[in-house]
């Protein structure tokens, strides 16, 4: 496998987290069947419903306390110390599990539970806490601050950035996402256009799974720490 592989690409969704016990989106008992996306993560429901969508973000922030990174986030972040070329995690988390397990090289390209966004001035700062509605930003003083989660109609974080390392990558790899939700899901396009080997890791066939020149069906907590291992050998 890590034949003339020097630069990594690796794209994470909510399947990486489902063993540590943080739920996923899609499918049964997923986060979009207990909430409507429209109530909860756009930006039309938090001027509507501040009180609803600062209630979701801050359960699903409280709840980071329960779970640990699993097997898959650790053997990324050991991925991240030992790889000498190239290599960004980009997940589509709003988690914390690959930071805790030691990742370095991150991008939250849907943003963090654990930062509150002033949606006035646009800093953004660590959050740990509940965020009430209408809370003062402490640079601009506006009652502003946010949950920093890129909503369903927002442009998510970094993509410049992201899309510089798919442009030179020669492996991608995408682990633990459905594949339903752009522009994450097209990276893949974008791997194999400039010629990347690509590969997907997760539970079931994802929507986009035919676009992978290979796909390897299973829990990350398997078969992470088994490509990690082929990648470092
Ligand atoms: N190991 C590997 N894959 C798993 C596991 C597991 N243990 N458990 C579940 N999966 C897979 C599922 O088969 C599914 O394909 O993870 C995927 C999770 O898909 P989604 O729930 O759609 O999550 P994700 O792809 O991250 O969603 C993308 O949608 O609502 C938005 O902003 C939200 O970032 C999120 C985006």
Known sequence: MNQDIRNIVIL???GISAESGLATFRGPDGLWEGHRVEDVCTPEALARDPVLVHRFYDERRAKLAEVHPNAAHQALAALDAAWPGELLIVTQ???DLHERAGAKRL???HGELKSALCAACGKAKPWADPLPPACSCDSCG???LRPDIVFFGEMPYEMDAIDAALRDADLFVSIGTS???YPAAGFVQTARHVGARTLELNLDPSAGSFYFEESRLGPASLLVPALVEELLA
Do not use: F
């Open 179 to 181: 594949g339903a939700v």
């Open 93 to 95: 988390n709003v988690d």
């Open 107 to 109: 991008i939250h390209m």
């Open 142 to 144: 506006r009652p502003a």
């Open 12 to 14: 994470t969704g909510a």
